[in-house]
T-cell receptor, first 115, second 110 residues
Framework: DAGVIQSPRHEVTEMGQEVTLRCKPI?????LFWYRQTMMRGLELLIY????????DSGMPEDRFSAKMPNASFSTLKIQPSEPRDSAVYFC?????????????FGDGTRLSIL | DAKTTQPPSMDCAEGRAANLPCNHS???????VYWYRQIHSQGPQYIIH???NNETNEMASLIITEDRKSSTLILPHATLRDTAVYYC???????????FGKGTTLSVSS
């Protein structure tokens, strides 16, 4: 079975540019999560969706960050304008909603470098 | 949300069992305990989870104490490829948010 698919795997861009990260969750999963990992802050939750609807975006650092989920098989995380401090590894995860205790499954991440 | 406490690092000889402890003394009755690991900078990999009973799968075993205040992840025959950071996590009551702490860095050596 295909896992969570993220693209691109690596992104290097200059400060001020728009960055779009993409995620395809596991088919049939109702929840989708975006995380960010840095050396300083570790792994932190940015936002999550349930049935394509954003439920909690309290982890989104500021208005430069936005996330969408136009359908059950696709989500984007956009940074505009990007800044060097946004450099991190961004992970997407998904889980099934049915059944208690369902685990989240993570993608391989996008390593983002803002110069 | 329950907090978890893990030792920062552990060593294990290849072929031996690795026993990773976790304290979650404030866990509530319906909260699951999840274990993940992260190798290098790959995405966190789900290992196992449990509520009250001990659990076993192809990767590991999870032993949860009767009072549910602590648990132990057991890798029965550790290999070099098991070297990773291991996270013990108790999500929020909705089971949605995973709060990652610093985890335990397990080093398996030959």
């Amino acid at each position: 079975d295909a896992g969570v698919i993220q693209s691109p795997r690596h992104e290097v861009t200059e400060m001020g540019q728009e960055v779009t990260l993409r995620c395809k969750p596991i088919s049939g999963h109702d929840y989708l999560f975006w995380y960010r990992q840095t050396m300083m802050r570790g792994l932190e939750l940015l936002i999550y969706f349930n049935n394509n609807v954003p439920i909690d975006d309290s982890g989104m650092p500021e208005d430069r960050f936005s996330a969408k989920m136009p359908n059950a098989s696709f989500s984007t995380l956009k940074i505009q304008p990007s800044e060097p401090r946004d450099s991190a590894v961004y992970f997407c995860a998904s889980r099934a909603g049915r059944g208690s205790g369902q685990p989240q499954h993570f993608g391989d991440g996008t390593r983002l470098s803002i110069l | 949300d329950a907090k978890t406490t893990q030792p920062p690092s552990m060593d294990c000889a290849e072929g031996r069992a690795a026993n990773l402890p976790c304290n979650h003394s404030t866990i509530s009755g319906n909260e699951y305990v999840y274990w993940y690991r992260q190798i290098h900078s790959q995405g966190p990999q789900y290992i196992i989870h449990g509520l009250k009973n001990n659990e076993t799968n192809e990767m590991a075993s999870l032993i949860i104490t009767e009072d549910r205040k602590s648990s132990t992840l057991i890798l029965p025959h550790a290999t070099l490829r098991d070297t990773a950071v291991y996270y013990c996590i108790v999500p929020n009551q909705a089971g949605t948010a995973l709060i990652f702490g610093k985890g335990t860095t397990l080093s398996v050596s030959s």
